[in-house]
Each structure stands twice: as structure tokens, then as C-alpha cells.
């Protein structure tokens, strides 16, 4: 039986034109329901990673006025599987609206898919796929969710396997707008961690070649995460007004994708791992790295960055002890040694969007 959303898809005059068992096919695999008591209730079995997580927020207010007039779609930057446990719970921590999440369709195998497909509210996304059919119900499928939901997704499409922010795709941006809702705002979310619980994962495998079953991504994660604690610091920005944008105007959904790609790259938190990572040599003493980050963080505080450290003691303080038990480095006789550098290089690229000269680190 066809659900509301579905029947509205069917009826949308750019979508008749296509085989409708086809579209039907990709409906069912897109269909998606959020029962938000349990939602709730999936933080106790889930406690065991996010314990080893510290979430905190900035900028909530933004959300919060948004909330009470506006539709939502909130953007984000991706760096981890933890994003989609991390950034909706920070909202649900605050009483604020359970936003439906557009996820790869890599995590609805198995029992997680389960979950995903009927308790969180997460929409299966083939980011390759190029049938029109799919692409076409897609969009429609996202504008009728709007009508009722808020939806919270990653223009990036997958993580970031090198560190780096990635340039923005306008599929769902377009999708969005499809919506024709005058209410309609962007709220560009960042999302940085003190320690990637994949660092090393991502790191070494630098570029997505193909893709892997979550499974075994999981019994990956699950092996990095013993000793593994990190906070979280999840940014909203200020709300962007898309209702006037037009969805058929190419110039208007790029200028929108390339904005929103700027306000989450100047909100993205700078902590100490990055500027430790992004000052180090392969061996410094001490006092040469604290000076450096010294230097690299007056370049960020000119550049108006999201500053989260404030000084190369506070970074060597904060960061040498986490990065040398994850194995990156290596402290000797007043010294740092490099021990993983495709990784510390992962570290340090996380913040060359903000640096006037990048690609200088190591």
C-alpha cells in the first residue's frame, strides 16, 4: 500500500513520464519512516561508541529561532560514520525537531539497515547512480518530504577520505528547492572532531575506490575504537533563505551549493589536532612546533576562523598525547617524531580551507 508521500511522487507531472513499476521499484527503496521514541531509545544499545564521544554545540539559537517558522534542510561537512549518530542527537539533546537524514545506501544492509529504514528516518541514497528514473523520483521524493519534514544531509555526498573539505554536489540542493516552499532555509552545519574514529581507515585508503560493505567498515571501526575518546563540536550557522531560489535555474542552485559550501568552511571548528598536525615537521623540537602553531593560528584568527585552540602550548598540550597513543607520533628526549604520515597529513588537511597557501604541511 502506497503511503502519502509516495502517491504524491506518483502524481507529479515530471515523474509520469517514466515506467511507473520503475519508479514504484526505487519508491520502496526510498521509503523511509521515523518512529522517534524509539530513536530515543536506540542511544542506550548505541552507548558503547557514544560514550567515547563528547558532543557540544554552537550557535543552537540559530536553530532554535529557525525552527518555529521555517522548513529546515541542514548541510553539513562529513568526516565520520559517528556524523549521523553525533549531529542528530545534538539536536535531540535540545528539544529541537528530528530532521530525516539522506544516507549512503551502503549502511541499510543487515540489521542497521533496519533500523535506519524504520526507526531513524534515514533515506537511502545511490550517490553513482545515473538512471534518470531514480534521479527524477529522487528529487521528487525529497521535494514532497519537505511538506512535512525537516532533512539533514551531506553535499559532500561520502566522507572525506583525505581530510579535506570537498567540493559540494547540487543534486539534493535541487531537490530541495523542488519543493517550492517560501519558508524554505539552509542551515550550513560543521562538524569537526578532536580524533576520527576511521582516521586511520580513511587516511590510508585516501580516495573512495569502491565501495566497501559497512560490515566491514564497522569491524574496522570497532578495532580503532578501543582507547578511542574525542569531542565532538557540531556549528550551525545563520539560517540562508532558499525559498525564492529557482530549482530549473542552474546559476541559482550553484551560487547556493558554492554559499553554503563557504559557510560551512569558515564554521568548522579548528582544534588543536589539526594545527598540531598541520605545524609538525618529521622531527621538531618542542619549542620550534610550539612556535609554528604560534604562527598558524594568528593566520587563522586574521582569517576569522572557528577558533578552538588559542595558543601552540594549549595544542601540544591538548593534541601530543591523543595523537601519540593513536600511533601518529612519537615523543622523545624533547622531540616529535612523525610515526604515521598519511595520516597526520589527513589531520592537517582538515583546515586548509581556511589557510591562504595550502598543500604545505609535510
Excluded at 554545540?57 to 565520520?80: C, F, G, P
Excluded at 567540493?167 to 528547492?177: D, E, H, R, S
Excluded at 564554521?267 to 618529521?282: E, H, Q, W
Aim: hydrophobic letters at 40%.
Amino acid at each position: 500500500m502506497l503511503d502519502d508521500i509516495s502517491l504524491a511522487v506518483l502524481a507529479r507531472e515530471d515523474v509520469l513520464k517514466y515506467p511507473r513499476e520503475q519508479v514504484h521499484a526505487y519508491l520502496d527503496e526510498l521509503r523511509t519512516t521515523q518512529r522517534h521514541k524509539f530513536y530515543r531509545a536506540l542511544q542506550h544499545p548505541l552507548y558503547p561508541i557514544l560514550r567515547k564521544i563528547e558532543r557540544k554545540h554552537e550557535n543552537l539559537h540559530y536553530v532554535a529561532a529557525a525552527v518555529r517558522t521555517h522548513r529546515i534542510v541542514y548541510a553539513s561537512n562529513h568526516k565520520s560514520h559517528t556524523d549521523y549518530l553525533v549531529e542528530p542527537l545534538v539536536l535531540d539533546d535540545n528539544g529541537i525537531r528530528p530532521p530525516l537524514i539522506a544516507a549512503g545506501i551502503n549502511l541499510f544492509g543487515g540489521p542497521l539497515g533496519l533500523i535506519h529504514k524504520h526507526v531513524t528516518g534515514a533515506i537511502p541514497i545511490r550517490r553513482n547512480m545515473k538512471d534518470p528514473a531514480y534521479l527524477i523520483t529522487l528529487k521528487a521524493y525529497v521535494a514532497e518530504i519537505l511538506k512535512k519534514h525537516d532533512l539533514f544531509f551531506y553535499p559532500e555526498g561520502g566522507r572525506s577520505y583525505s581530510g579535506e573539505l570537498k567540493p559540494a554536489k547540487t543534486g539534493l540542493f535541487n531537490a530541495a528547492l523542488s519543493a517550492h516552499r517560501s519558508d524554505l532555509v539552509i542551515i550550513p552545519t560543521a562538524v569537526a572532531y578532536d580524533l576520527v574514529l576511521e582516521d586511520h581507515i580513511l587516511a590510508h585508503q585516501q580516495i573512495k575506490k569502491r565501495q566497501r560493505p559497512f560490515t566491514r567498515e564497522l569491524a574496522e571501526m570497532v578495532r580503532y575504537a578501543v582507547g578511542y575518546w574525542s569531542r565532538a563540536f557540531v556549528t550551525f550557522g545563520a539560517p540562508i533563505a532558499a525559498g525564492e531560489c529557482d530549482p530549473r535555474s542552474r546559476t541559482d542552485v550553484l551560487e547556493l551549493t558554492r554559499l553554503v559550501r563557504a559557510r560551512i568552511g569558515g564554521l568548522y571548528k579548528v582544534l588543536s589536532t589539526a594545527v598540531f598536525a598541520a605545524a609538525m615537521r618529521p622531527s621538531i623540537t618542542r619549542r620550534d612546533l610550539e612556535g609554528r602553531i604560534d604562527r598558524l593560528i594568528e593566520e587563522l584568527a586574521a582569517r576569522h576562523a572557528n577558533l578552538g585552540v588559542t595558543s601552540g602550548r594549549q595544542a601540544i598540550e591538548e593534541a601530543a598525547e591523543p595523537l601519540e597513543l593513536r600511533g601518529v607520533v612519537v615523543a622523545e628526549r624533547g622531540r616529535f617524531r612523525v610515526r604515521e604520515r598519511t595520516v597526520l597529513r589527513y589531520y592537517a588537511r582538515t583546515i586548509e580551507h581556511l589557510l591562504v597557501t595550502t598543500g604545505r604541511t609535510h
